[in-house]
T-cell receptor, first 116, second 109 residues
């Protein structure tokens, strides 16, 4: 299993500012994912962050808006830049671990952002 | 395109059994996940199926038929705390997860 610590758990931000979300895993993992979940919606993948390479962004998400760092196998950050009210959402980091051909996706506790 | 379908909402009675279905069309298949998510919380892992058949874990069971692109999550002896959204997700050939919109399960006394 993997334990993921994510912070901040919640924040209220002003329009035009940027916020960095941190994700710390208690074990080394190759792939880390960043998701966004807007109220009443399912999960939307923002990007996949692999250690030592550039993050891979999904359609509709760009690096200038959501820069990601992945300095090592246990840590990643997602920055939400130049925020607008439309960025108000829960942001989740997650990792996949494999054990005996069984996969499991673990989530951090989530960061609930409200942009005024 | 890739697609995951599951019912939007279901209602069941405490103590009863409920089955939540999930059908999928993806480019490749590396397993299907079921997650439970209570409002305002992160999803928690319930099950992973990569082979056909039924996997049982206590009150929860998950079934997979790869030939039919179909899975279900079976919840027995329902409790009020089972009221939550249940998310179906398929990992495609690129190890990317495709998520369903989730099924909101309402348990009534």
């Amino acid at each position: 299993s993997a334990v993921i610590s994510q912070k901040p758990s919640r924040d209220i931000c002003q329009r035009g500012t940027s916020l960095t979300i941190q994700c710390q895993v208690d074990s080394q993992v190759t792939m880390m994912f960043w998701y966004r979940q807007q109220p009443g919606q399912s999960l939307t993948l923002i990007a996949t962050a692999n250690q030592g390479s550039e993050a891979t962004y999904e359609s509709g998400f760009v690096i200038d808006k959501f820069p990601i760092s992945r300095p090592n196998l246990t840590f990643s950050t997602l920055t939400v830049s130049n925020m607008s009210p439309e960025d108000s959402s829960i942001y989740l980091c997650s990792v996949v671990t494999w054990r005996e051909n069984t996969g499991e996706l673990f989530f951090g506790e989530g960061s609930r952002l409200t942009v005024l | 395109g890739q697609n995951i379908d599951q019912p939007t909402e279901m209602t069941a009675t405490e103590g009863a059994i409920v089955q939540i279905n999930c059908t999928y069309q993806t480019s490749g298949f590396n397993g299907l996940f079921w997650y439970q998510q209570h409002a305002g919380e992160a999803p928690t892992f319930l099950s992973y199926n990569v082979l056909d058949g039924l996997e049982e874990k206590g009150r929860f069971s998950s079934f997979l038929s790869r030939s039919k692109g179909y899975s279900y999550l079976l919840l027995k002896e329902l409790q009020m705390k089972d009221s939550a959204s249940y998310l179906c997700a398929v990992m495609d050939s690129n190890y990317q997860l495709i998520w369903g919109a989730g099924t909101k399960l309402i348990i009534k006394p």
